[in-house]
């Protein structure tokens, strides 16, 4: 009992030293640290708020001697604090919309492949019905039938198509450890179902499930900012990436950087995400190198 | 074949017939019809308003009716813009969007595999490197930030292209589109490629082919190409799927009229209709390129068609 718990911390240290070593995400992981920071530190530092209007410096180019660092838009708000502001909006949708999408697929997956049977054909030929439809649709359909706007139902239009891919990744996983001897012992020592699933198929999903969370922060991301982008998502005077972005698109022509900055801030984001989730994946699954 | 194609088929047809009564049921039964986002009507008014649109009925007939009239391809009128049936809208752009869509995929296809053989023949080499990179950089960036980026650039900047808008019968018009909308379709295709090819190279066949003697050339067309390909044909389906939603905001950002701005406009305007007939014409269409990549799939891989 106390080697396997042993073995199990040894894992996990194991993956800590791995990912370490790996240049590419420790740079991303510090860079990710210092930009999270810097979006909850700064704004509050900042004399401006993300919706004050500064009249004498309208649509003010950036520079770093001017009053407004990433200069202003045609309203006179600060690019900056917007876009800091918009930075934090997408870390906080992305973050909870990850854990519950990541929560619904865990469960949706590791009981389809417990329970067997019809149960499970219907489960996962539900997520293979949705999984066929594009993304978009699920979310359009749902932002038609609950209206738009609020933070809460772009949480629950993107969480609602996040969680498939873990579904079936979970399921398949599952249905491996299933056939292992230890499940069978515990079955045949009399641990109900739900026992099963709690003290001995989620702990042993723990290294995909992390794995995958990782990389669905920034698929959350980028579903957050798309549909803020297209204006299904967060609303102005509200600021998040893709709404900044879509404001910086149409005024291109006479303020470029009202797109390029929170562009930059949008591809540094999902790059660091990307570069972290990649390494863990290494870090975690040794087989995968 | 036959019977790997009915099958196919079996599974297509049942998931289309689902989301056509999913999204009816979902949007019917949700609470804010199209007229509550106007000034309040007095009831008499609402109620003949609910009379024409047979948003009266009980739901069961609502949606037998709108079944008959699909059948017949009439998605009915459409509730925030008076004067078309959602028939109409959707003809408007469709052409459009279909050309858009087509020639993205198109020059993905062009594009992508070419540069994916390329990298896997140069493997460990510069050219490699780049290519890689190159990938993983139209990968990572989004749509909405590669368009207007491009436009920024080839628009503004040095001239080259039209910047947004559409004049019918000027191609010049849809090059910044289909290249943005190709761009992370050719990337992930390219890695695709690379890394079925490497794996395929590395296979016992193709050291057996290269023991008798046979050149680089000669192995790589005649025995290495078509398993190495596989990955990239099962890849089309989702890749259309993908060039699709991508459609919504290259139409935005370019300004383009095709019939994906309807779709966002009509979750704007909680045009039920608009948006019901939209996911169903894309969802049959995405459904029906996922066929046909598993069609010609199965005809590549007979393997494959044994379940």
């Given at each position: 009992?106390?080697?396997?718990?042993?073995?199990?911390?040894?894992?996990?240290?194991?993956?800590?030293?791995?990912?370490?070593?790996?240049?590419?995400?420790?740079?991303?992981?510090?860079?990710?640290?210092?930009?999270?920071l810097l979006a909850l530190l700064a704004p509050p530092a900042s004399p401006w708020g993300y919706d004050s209007l500064d009249?004498?410096h309208?649509?003010q180019?950036p520079g770093l001697?001017a009053a407004h660092w990433f200069g202003t838009d045609?309203?006179g708000r600060d690019l900056f604090v917007r876009t800091l502001y918009g930075v934090r909006?997408?870390?906080?949708?992305?973050?909870?919309?990850?854990?519950?999408?990541?929560?619904?697929?865990?469960?949706?997956?590791?009981?389809?492949?417990?329970?067997?049977?019809?149960?499970?054909?219907?489960?996962?030929?539900?997520?293979?019905?949705?999984?066929?439809?594009?993304?978009?649709?699920?979310?359009?359909?749902?932002?038609?039938?609950?209206?738009?706007?609020?933070?809460?139902?772009?949480?629950?239009?993107?969480?609602?198509?996040?969680?498939?891919?873990?579904?079936?990744?979970?399921?398949?996983?599952?249905?491996?450890?299933?056939?292992?001897?230890?499940?069978?012992?515990?079955?045949?020592?009399?641990?109900?179902?739900?026992?099963?699933?709690?003290?001995?198929?989620?702990?042993?999903?723990?290294?995909?499930?992390?794995?995958?969370?990782?990389?669905?922060?920034?698929?959350?991301?980028?579903?957050?900012?798309?549909?803020?982008?297209?204006?299904?998502?967060?609303?102005?005077?509200?600021a998040?990436?893709?709404?900044?972005?879509?404001?910086?698109?149409?005024?291109?022509?006479?303020?470029?950087?009202?797109?390029?900055v929170?562009?930059?801030f949008?591809?540094?984001?999902?790059?660091?995400?990307?570069?972290?989730?990649?390494?863990?994946?290494?870090?975690?699954?040794?087989?995968?190198? | 074949?036959?019977?790997?194609?009915?099958?196919?088929?079996?599974?297509?047809?049942?998931?289309?017939?689902?989301?056509?009564?999913?999204?009816?049921?979902?949007?019917?039964?949700?609470?804010?019809?199209?007229?509550?986002?106007?000034?309040?009507?007095?009831?008499?008014?609402?109620?003949?308003?609910?009379?024409?649109?047979?948003?009266?009925?009980?739901?069961?007939?609502?949606?037998?009716?709108?079944?008959?009239?699909?059948?017949?391809?009439?998605?009915?009128?459409?509730?925030?813009?008076?004067?078309?049936?959602?028939?109409?809208?959707?003809?408007?752009?469709?052409?459009?969007?279909?050309?858009?869509?087509?020639?993205?995929?198109?020059?993905?296809?062009?594009?992508?595999?070419?540069?994916?053989?390329?990298?896997?023949?140069?493997?460990?080499?510069?050219?490699?490197?780049?290519?890689?990179?190159?990938?993983?950089?139209?990968?990572?960036?989004?749509?909405?930030?590669?368009?207007?980026?491009?436009?920024?650039?080839?628009?503004?900047?040095?001239?080259?292209?039209?910047?947004?808008?559409?004049?019918?019968?000027?191609?010049?018009?849809?090059?910044?589109?289909?290249?943005?909308?190709?761009?992370?379709?050719?990337?992930?295709?390219?890695?695709?490629?690379?890394?079925?090819?490497?794996?395929?190279?590395?296979?016992?066949?193709?050291?057996?082919?290269?023991?008798?003697?046979?050149?680089?050339?000669?192995?790589?067309?005649?025995?290495?190409?078509?398993?190495?390909?596989?990955?990239?044909?099962?890849?089309?389906?989702?890749?259309?799927?993908?060039?699709?939603?991508?459609?919504?905001?290259?139409?935005?950002?370019?300004?383009?009229?095709?019939?994906?701005?309807?779709?966002?406009?009509?979750?704007?305007?909680?045009?039920?209709?608009?948006?019901?007939?939209?996911?169903?014409?894309?969802?049959?269409?995405?459904?029906?390129?996922?066929?046909?990549?598993?069609?010609?799939?199965?005809?590549?891989?007979?393997?494959?068609?044994?379940?």
């Amino acid at each position: 009992m106390n080697e396997a718990a042993a073995a199990g911390r040894g894992l996990w240290r194991d993956a800590a030293r791995r990912l370490g070593a790996k240049r590419a995400a420790r740079a991303a992981l510090v860079l990710l640290a210092a930009l999270t920071l810097l979006a909850l530190l700064a704004p509050p530092a900042s004399p401006w708020g993300y919706d004050s209007l500064d009249w004498r410096h309208l649509a003010q180019p950036p520079g770093l001697t001017a009053a407004h660092w990433f200069g202003t838009d045609r309203l006179g708000r600060d690019l900056f604090v917007r876009t800091l502001y918009g930075v934090r909006l997408s870390l906080l949708i992305s973050l909870l919309a990850s854990a519950i999408s990541v929560g619904i697929g865990l469960a949706w997956g590791a009981l389809a492949g417990l329970v067997g049977g019809r149960t499970e054909e219907g489960m996962m030929r539900f997520v293979d019905v949705l999984y066929s439809l594009p993304y978009l649709f699920i979310v359009i359909i749902l932002s038609t039938v609950i209206g738009r706007g609020s933070i809460a139902v772009l949480l629950i239009a993107i969480a609602a198509v996040g969680w498939l891919t873990t579904a079936r990744i979970v399921h398949g996983q599952t249905l491996q450890l299933k056939r292992r001897e230890f499940i069978e012992a515990a079955r045949a020592t009399g641990v109900p179902t739900a026992g099963i699933l709690v003290r001995h198929i989620l702990p042993n999903l723990a290294g995909t499930v992390v794995v995958y969370a990782t990389l669905t922060v920034p698929q959350m991301i980028l579903f957050e900012s798309f549909l803020s982008f297209l204006g299904l998502g967060v609303q102005e005077p509200h600021a998040s990436l893709g709404n900044l972005i879509n404001a910086g698109a149409q005024e291109m022509e006479s303020a470029p950087w009202m797109l390029l900055v929170p562009a930059a801030f949008l591809v540094l984001l999902l790059g660091c995400l990307n570069l972290l989730g990649d390494g863990l994946r290494d870090a975690l699954d040794p087989r995968e190198r | 074949m036959l019977s790997y194609a009915l099958r196919r088929i079996a599974v297509a047809v049942p998931t289309l017939l689902v989301i056509i009564t999913l999204s009816f049921a979902l949007q019917r039964l949700a609470p804010g019809g199209p007229f509550d986002q106007e000034q309040t009507l007095t009831p008499a008014v609402r109620a003949n308003l609910d009379r024409v649109y047979g948003l009266d009925r009980p739901l069961a007939v609502q949606y037998a009716h709108y079944l008959g009239a699909l059948a017949r391809g009439d998605f009915g009128p459409s509730l925030s813009q008076r004067d078309f049936t959602v028939g109409e809208l959707i003809g408007q752009g469709l052409p459009l969007s279909a050309t858009l869509g087509l020639a993205a995929v198109l020059l993905a296809i062009l594009v992508g595999i070419p540069a994916g053989i390329a990298a896997a023949l140069a493997r460990g080499g510069a050219t490699d490197y780049a290519l890689t990179a190159l990938a993983a950089l139209g990968i990572a960036l989004p749509t909405f930030v590669t368009g207007p980026a491009l436009a920024l650039l080839f628009g503004l900047h040095l001239h080259w292209l039209p910047v947004a808008g559409w004049e019918r019968g000027a191609p010049r018009y849809l090059v910044l589109p289909v290249v943005t909308l190709a761009l992370p379709v050719a990337a992930y295709l390219a890695r695709l490629t690379r890394a079925s090819l490497l794996e395929v190279l590395r296979t016992n066949y193709v050291r057996s082919a290269r023991a008798r003697g046979l050149g680089g050339a000669r192995v790589l067309w005649h025995h290495a190409l078509r398993p190495a390909l596989l990955p990239a044909v099962s890849y089309l389906g989702p890749a259309v799927a993908f060039v699709v939603t991508g459609s919504l905001v290259i139409e935005t950002v370019f300004g383009l009229p095709g019939s994906g701005r309807y779709l966002v406009q009509g979750a704007i305007d909680r045009d039920y209709p608009l948006v019901m007939g939209m996911v169903i014409v894309y969802a049959a269409l995405t459904l029906g390129c996922n066929l046909t990549a598993d069609l010609v799939y199965g005809w590549l891989d007979p393997g494959a068609r044994r379940e």
